[in-house]
């Protein structure tokens, strides 16, 4: 591990390196931590978007992820998973699902309590969280507290939102190229795991309660509420708050705008609910 300078916040924050091994190779993840931390904290594991195929951990700096870490103090951990042009699914999926073993089995030497476990990311990084989930889930080894997949990319199929597209960021066409990047031979009707494309999975008892939002006019509305009403039809804990606009990700590319300050706000009380407690409950904005 190697230590860079702290980060101003709520809490004051330093970053370190972390590697994990990860099927055959060495993966690189950044760890941020409050700097003065003296009881165990929830673990955030938060991974990057990019359609599969773009982003990096360093991403983790513009993200809701280091918004809760900061303020109300948790262990975050965001991995440099393999993109699809480097290999196709299910590298990106082994390579978090390890980050998160990895959490699990070193929680007492990371300052992580194992009882407030999260999991989350943005767009593709929101597909691989609830990918995450049903494999823990499935495997019945670690339990996650709570799923915040935003504005994910959980279907390979065309939704009522994801067809003739022209939202701001993410449409249609490039929809139909990261997702064939990223599912390689497997692309195509009934060839698709559930685990590479979670909106597949039609049993959700068991899951993480979840929280999430996206815009209304975007490729991912139909998939991220269809997402959370099948969750609660199988008596899982889920909201989705629905932003107008048709910009993808707009908490990270317009974080000056209202909604998005209204969106963070809302996430944050979500959060503190599901896994804070007394004092360590805030609602600022």
Not at 9 to 18: N, V
Not at 202 to 214: E, I, M, Q, S, W
Request: charged share 20%; with cysteine; proline share 5%.
């Amino acid at each position: 591990k190697s230590e860079t300078a702290s980060m101003k916040g709520r809490e004051s924050m330093k970053q370190t390196k972390l590697t994990v091994a990860a099927h055959g190779r060495n993966m690189r993840c950044l760890v941020l931590k409050p700097s003065h931390a003296g009881k165990p904290l929830p673990g955030i594991l938060w991974i990057h978007g990019g359609g599969y195929a773009l982003g990096m951990a360093g991403m983790v700096h513009m993200s809701c992820g280091k918004l809760l870490a900061r303020r109300y103090g948790a262990v975050l951990v965001s991995p440099a998973y393999r993109l699809s042009w480097k290999a196709p699914y299910p590298a990106a999926l082994q390579d978090c699902y390890a980050a998160l073993q990895y959490m699990w089995d070193h929680a007492e030497d990371m300052g992580i309590d194992r009882t407030r476990i999260i999991v989350g990311g943005e767009s593709a990084g929101g597909g691989l969280a609830a990918a995450v989930c049903l494999l823990a889930r499935d495997r019945g080894q670690i339990h996650i507290a709570m799923q915040i997949p935003l504005y994910p990319m959980l279907d390979c199929r065309d939704t009522e939102s994801s067809r003739d597209n022209h939202g701001r960021v993410w449409n249609t066409k490039r929809n139909h190229w990261g997702w064939a990047r990223y599912l390689g031979t497997q692309f195509g009707p009934g060839m698709v795991s559930k685990y590479a494309s979670p909106a597949l999975e039609t049993d959700c008892r068991g899951l993480p309660p979840c929280y999430t939002f996206v815009s209304e006019g975007e490729p991912f509305y139909r998939e991220t509420v269809d997402y959370v009403n099948r969750l609660k039809a199988a008596g899982v804990a889920a909201t989705v708050d629905v932003w107008p606009g048709n910009v993808h990700a707009f908490d990270m590319l317009c974080p000056w705008l209202k909604r998005s300050r209204a969106a963070k706000r809302k996430l944050c009380n979500a959060y503190a609910v599901r896994i804070c407690s007394g004092t360590e409950r805030s609602t600022e904005s």
